[in-house]
């Protein structure tokens, strides 16, 4: 049984990005010709041929003149299978942030590291030297396969984890771009292989199974149009979401026997976070349960269901091109059934898994071989010497002294691995020594907390993120203590544009940028990551954020169940409750004297012109009722 191609009408409709990879020579053109050119940038065409190298061309809009020509400068990053940093691409790493870079490193959500602020005369030597060190970026970015994500925790006594790890590692390496246009262009033709590919895989990515693949050519896998869109996987254990397992394209649940012995892998696919402001077209899509495969078929299964997505995703509006709404369009079934295709029989029923919660492992845990592994949170990923808080220098002397290798958390967080007991304190007091706080004394606001890197850098964002979580934490944190929440805390993510690579649409409380200085607020995501959030305020600006929080958290505070989170909660009760409880809500100044009842065609005018005025409701019902209690009070002095 060989799957059936798409249409030839389907082969038509491609978008313009299409046709810059048919034409780049499997991803030479026109990056080999551009770099050589004596410019600070790439073309458009160059821009998006270079992002499957690994790199996006930016520039600092701190630093914009009118009239003036953009500061261009590009951002690296690094392609990290399960988080795995050896120590030698660590220091590399580190030395080019402060040779080439802005001199900070910062820890992605996808377990990898950026580099931002190397110029385009800088871009070659700095991706030779990562790759020379055990490193790569070939397929951070681009329309492939991006960095393969597993439970970071290196326990070597839990048979699970060291699979998860392991087969993060293949599945990386069976979609990684075969093409030789990377060595070619920024290695001069050497081959650098940091570690040898299992058999098993290269066998796999040669063998056409019902049409997986493409014979004879440089990609096998990918062909000349490589994938529609990006595309995200993770390996992880039964009951570990730290991954967050259900924003990925495609998710394999390790199944063991008894013994710790693998059978195989339970599948989930069509996870997908980015949307579009007003394009309700675009949306977060958690993923689905298809099926189950043995050990002996994973790498077909895995092939079949990339094919599916290669062959049938949408080429034309790149909106539409994640497998997200490939399976949102033909529903499970039918996807499904196009996946068992390519895979050459039916996949097996989904087997049973225990509920999933989030784990950051930060602190001292032992690995289970006498040896510890230490989590270590950083804010926002951001790895930097500022003042008396000197991380970057911190991790750097750890590293060099006792040659730790490091893995990259999904929350941005890092693990020092292999800590044999007689080296703990030594860490300890080097950390205290350079201001790294230990993990007991960080606010869990801080602690569950991700925000993007949004302004200056990113081209897309449209407010900022990573530079105002800090202060949007603490006003949250002086508002809940005020309000006898102290001991309280729930997940909060920030992105500065509505393409989620914080990933707040599976927070409890998202703000997702939407202008200037304004967010749309997210609400009722799970604290384990298991439900979606939905909108509850569209355009919250910055400064209103204590009068649209504390209605909500009063709300939670006296009418929560035992042990509930806020998130939970949100969903528990609805939006309409959240939305009544906040329309007539009066701060505890006036709610002493005075009680008002909001009707409901009055609470739907308050609704409208709040959006007519772009406010948040909270903002606009606290107006109406102080108008209110102005009117009574000059009326009775009448």
Not at 107 to 114: E, I, S, V
Request: hydrophobic residues 35%; neutral net charge; contains cysteine.
């Amino acid at each position: 049984m060989v799957a059936s191609p798409p249409s030839a009408d389907a082969a038509l409709k491609r978008s313009k990005i299409e046709t810059l990879k048919e034409q780049s020579q499997h991803l030479r053109e026109p990056v080999a010709t551009e770099l050589l050119e004596p410019t600070n940038r790439f073309s458009e065409e160059g821009v998006q041929i270079l992002k499957f190298h690994g790199s996006y061309q930016q520039d600092n809009r701190d630093n914009r003149v009118k009239g003036q020509e953009k500061d261009y400068q590009f951002m690296l990053r690094t392609r990290s299978p399960a988080g795995y940093i050896p120590p030698q691409l660590y220091l590399t790493l580190d030395r080019l942030a402060d040779e080439y870079g802005n001199h900070t490193l910062r820890a992605t959500t996808r377990q990898g590291f950026q580099l931002h602020g190397i110029l385009k005369k800088n871009l070659k030597a700095a991706i030779a030297a990562i790759v020379r060190n055990m490193g790569s970026t070939l397929g951070a970015c681009g329309d492939l396969n991006r960095n393969v994500m597993a439970p970071p925790a290196p326990f070597r006594d839990r048979p699970e984890y060291t699979l998860a790890y392991e087969y993060a590692h293949r599945i990386a390496d069976l979609l990684t771009p075969q093409t030789g246009a990377y060595y070619e262009i920024w290695l001069d033709g050497e081959k650098v292989i940091s570690a040898e590919e299992h058999p098993e895989v290269k066998a796999a990515r040669q063998r056409n199974s019902n049409g997986t693949i493409f014979p004879n050519n440089e990609e096998p896998i990918y062909g000349d149009h490589y994938m529609p869109r990006k595309f995200k996987c993770c390996v992880t254990v039964p009951g570990d979401n730290s991954v967050d397992l259900f924003s990925q394209d495609l998710t394999l649940v390790v199944i063991t026997d008894p013994q710790g012995q693998l059978e195989g892998f339970n599948i989930y696919a069509g996870g997908g976070l980015g949307r579009t402001h007003n394009k309700e077209e675009t949306f977060a899509r958690m993923a689905d349960e298809i099926g189950f495969v043995r050990a002996a078929d994973v790498y077909e299964a895995v092939k079949a269901i990339v094919a599916t997505q290669r062959d049938y995703g949408d080429r034309y509006n790149r909106r539409h091109a994640r497998l997200k709404y490939l399976i949102h369009d033909w529903g499970v079934e039918k996807f499904k059934a196009k996946v068992e295709e390519y895979f050459g029989k039916p996949l097996e029923p989904f087997r049973p898994l225990p509920p999933w919660r989030y784990q950051d492992f930060l602190g001292w845990h032992p690995q289970g071989d006498g040896k510890f592994f230490y989590g270590l949170s950083i804010a926002n990923g951001r790895i930097l010497d500022r003042g008396n808080f000197k991380l970057k220098s911190a991790l750097r002397k750890i590293v060099e002294d006792f040659h730790l290798p490091l893995r990259v958390t999904p929350h941005q967080n890092l693990l020092l691995c292999d800590v044999s007991p007689e080296q703990q304190a030594a860490i300890q007091h080097l950390l205290e020594q350079h201001g790294v706080r230990d993990v007991s004394t960080i606010d869990p606001l801080e602690r569950y907390s991700m925000a993007c890197p949004a302004l200056p850098t990113c081209g897309l964002a449209i407010t900022e993120s990573e530079r105002a979580m800090p202060g949007v934490l603490e006003r949250i944190r002086r508002l809940m203590d005020r309000l006898g929440l102290k001991d309280e805390h729930f997940v909060i993510r920030m992105t500065g544009c509505p393409n989620g690579c914080a990933r707040p649409y599976l927070a409890e409380l998202g703000f997702v940028g939407i202008v200037p200085g304004a967010y749309q607020i997210w609400l009722g995501g799970s604290p384990d990551q298991t439900r979606l959030a939905e909108v509850y305020i569209e355009r919250l600006p910055i400064a209103e954020l204590e009068t649209a929080l504390e209605p909500l958290l009063v709300f939670y505070r006296d009418r929560r169940q035992r042990g509930e989170s806020f998130g939970d909660f949100c969903h528990r009760v609805g939006f309409a409750a959240l939305r009544q409880f906040a329309a007539n809500y009066v701060p505890p100044a006036t709610t002493k004297r005075y009680r008002v009842d909001v009707r409901a065609d009055q609470y739907q005018q308050l609704k409208e012109l709040a959006a007519a005025q772009g406010r948040s409701l909270a903002a606009v019902t606290r107006e109406a009722i102080q108008h209110y209690l102005e009117q009574s009070r000059q009326n009775k002095q009448g």
